[in-house]
C-alpha cells in the first residue's frame, strides 16, 4: 500500500548546525515530493518541492535530495536559525494528485 | 493574491451532531483536498474534489462527506460526530492543471464533546 515513513520523529541542533530529515516511500509510481514546515498553530506551508527527474534542489539554506532507486528523499537545513523551529511534513504522490504526509519531524533549534 | 480560506475557524459539537466546515480555494485553483490532523499526528487525506467531483478518498467512513459548488468552493460534511474526530481538519487548493503544489487553509478546528 501507499506509505511515507520519516525520521526521526524529534530533532533538536544547535543554532547554526545542519539539520537532515529523512523520509521513504512505498509507491514507485511516486512522481514530486513536496516538504512542509508547520509553526505552531499555524497552516503548513510549502517550503521546497522535488520532481522524480531532479536528484537535487536548493533554495538557500535549506536543499532536497531524491534518490528514486532507493526510494528516499531528505531535507537539509543548514546554518540553522531559531526561526526554523517547527514540525516538517515529508510528502510523496503517488501519480493521483493524492499526497500521503510522512508522521512529521518537530525540529528544535537551540539558541 | 487571497489565500485558502477556512470557516468557522473553531466549531464545538455534541456526540452524534453533524459539522459543516467550509473552504474557498486560492482564484483560478479547480482543485480542493481535505485531510485530518489529529493532535500531534500527521495529516491523513480525506477527500479530493476537482470540477465539481469526487476523484478520490481517503480511508475515512462514508460518515464524512463533501461537495465542490461551481465555484470550486467546498463543503465538508461529518455525521454523526464521534469524540475521535476532534481534530484540526485542512483544506488546501491546486491548479488542477497538472501542477502538484498544494497550498493550505489555516484550518477549522473540530472539537467533539
Known amino acids: 500500500g501507499e506509505n511515507v515513513e520519516q525520521h526521526p520523529s524529534t530533532l533538536s541542533v544547535q543554532e547554526g548546525d545542519s539539520a537532515v530529515i529523512k523520509c521513504t516511500y512505498s509507491?514507485?509510481?511516486?512522481?514530486?515530493f513536496p516538504w512542509y514546515k508547520q509553526e505552531l498553530g499555524k497552516r503548513p506551508q510549502l517550503i521546497i518541492d522535488i520532481r522524480s527527474n531532479v536528484g537535487e534542489k536548493k533554495d538557500q539554506r535549506i536543499a532536497v535530495t531524491l534518490n528514486k532507486t532507493a526510494k528516499h528523499f531528505s531535507l537539509h537545513i543548514t546554518e540553522t536559525q531559531p526561526e526554523d523551529s517547527a514540525v516538517y511534513f515529508c510528502?510523496?504522490?503517488?501519480?493521483?494528485?493524492?499526497?500521503?504526509f510522512g508522521t512529521g519531524t518537530r525540529l528544535k533549534v537551540l539558541a | 493574491e487571497a489565500g485558502v480560506t477556512q470557516s468557522p475557524t473553531h466549531l464545538i459539537k455534541t456526540r452524534g451532531q453533524q459539522a459543516t466546515l467550509r473552504c474557498s480555494p486560492i482564484?483560478?485553483?479547480?482543485?480542493v483536498y481535505w485531510y485530518q490532523q489529529a493532535l500531534g499526528l500527521g495529516l491523513q487525506f480525506l477527500l479530493w474534489?476537482?470540477?465539481?467531483?469526487?476523484?478520490n478518498r481517503g480511508n475515512f467512513p462514508p460518515r464524512f462527506s463533501g461537495r465542490q459548488f461551481p465555484n470550486y468552493s467546498s463543503e465538508l460534511n461529518v455525521n454523526a460526530l464521534e469524540l475521535e474526530d476532534s481534530a484540526l481538519y485542512l483544506c488546501a487548493s491546486s491548479s488542477g492543471t497538472g501542477t502538484y503544489e498544494q497550498y493550505f487553509g489555516p484550518g477549522t478546528r473540530l472539537t467533539v464533546t
Open positions: 482564484s483560478g485553483h479547480t482543485s
Open positions: 509507491d514507485s509510481a511516486s512522481n514530486y
Open positions: 510528502a510523496a504522490n503517488p501519480g493521483t494528485y493524492k499526497y500521503i
Open positions: 474534489y476537482d470540477e465539481g467531483e469526487e476523484r
